[in-house]
């Protein structure tokens, strides 16, 4: 294994080639894992905009709080990609990132993100309140200490309880409006906890040897590619009523409670659609694993349509 996939906690940092350049914007952002940070800035402008009083917030302010809370969703990227360096290393979808790469030395992106996590909490405390503060702070250490540094290589269930790190914004664009957090968030934040292990364990299923060579213990190679499907199933029949308790507790119409039940359905369809799946003796699909695939395909659909039609709701139908 190279220098620049050393076991985290090691001082120091890996040699750089000749070319490197400090200047290279493009890395600093992949750091930041854009693509993650879009659901994360979604999610958490779904969490202001059905907060009672969101009309009052400066718009200024409001920007300035989906900003900050982008910024945190980096800045906890940038330390994951830090301590995971070793493993990034050998995962071939990840060995290109920027540090396993050599383009940036470990300890620059661990005080990037460290800086990132630091100037993303205060100016949150500053332009909203200490409730949204203190949670953005929760979030981005739950994501590093819990998930990445605990979790992720001890025991498979790494995404169920490391779930929680990304179901936080919601909450956080809550209580920027509010200064409070009450039920209605905490529903938002546990819809995306159970939709968190299907949406990633449909990934894992077909970068199953990805984390197998980097010995990471996600389900597929902990419990089989079976068991997977399974979960994948289980889940996904918790979350459709999940998904319809904004509905439930009447803080939204029936124009949501049908779209939140259209989905769940879908998504179900997709996990019996991977359960089904032609597989070999050991469970390793024979399709190249095309239905789970499409299932972590569908899961991003699924989060993005079903917490825009809460916000539609709110804002064009008054609920």
Not at 163 to 168: D, S
Request: proline share 7%; net charge positive.
């Amino acid at each position: 294994m190279s220098d620049a996939a050393m076991e985290p906690g090691q001082g120091g940092s890996a040699p750089l080639p000749a070319s490197y350049d400090m200047s290279e914007v493009g890395d600093w952002i992949a750091l930041l894992k854009p693509r993650v940070m879009s659901l994360v800035v979604f999610s958490g402008l779904v969490g202001m905009l059905v907060a009672p009083g969101v009309g009052a917030m400066h718009p200024v302010l409001a920007a300035t709080a989906i900003l900050c809370i982008a910024v945190a969703a980096g800045a906890a990227g940038a330390i994951n990609m830090w301590y995971d360096r070793d493993i990034d290393a050998v995962m071939r979808r990840t060995s290109k990132r920027p540090i396993p790469a050599g383009r940036i030395a470990p300890a620059s992106a661990l005080a990037f993100g460290i800086w990132l996590s630091v100037a993303s909490v205060t100016v949150m405390w500053m332009a909203t309140n200490i409730a949204a503060a203190f949670v953005l702070a929760l979030s981005i250490a739950f994501y590093v200490f819990v998930y990445t540094m605990w979790l992720k290589r001890r025991t498979p269930q790494n995404i169920v309880i490391g779930g929680a790190a990304g179901a936080f914004p919601p909450l956080i664009g809550w209580a920027a409006v509010t200064g409070d957090v009450t039920l209605v968030p905490i529903i938002l934040f546990a819809i995306i906890f159970f939709w968190t292990p299907p949406h990633f364990w449909s990934l894992a299923l077909w970068a199953h040897d990805d984390y197998a060579r980097a010995g990471v213990p996600m389900l597929p190679v902990t419990a089989g590619a079976r068991e997977t499907r399974r979960q994948i199933v289980i889940y996904a029949v918790l979350l459709a009523p999940i998904g319809l308790l904004p509905w439930l507790v009447g803080f939204s119409g029936p124009a949501y409670a049908v779209v939140a039940a259209v989905l769940g359905a879908m998504f179900v369809r997709h996990a019996v659609a991977v359960l089904r799946d032609r597989q070999d003796d050991t469970g390793r699909s024979l399709t190249r694993d095309a239905p789970a695939r499409a299932c972590f395909r569908f899961s991003l659909y699924y989060l993005f349509v079903l917490f825009a039609a809460l916000a539609v709701d709110h804002l064009v139908f008054g609920a």
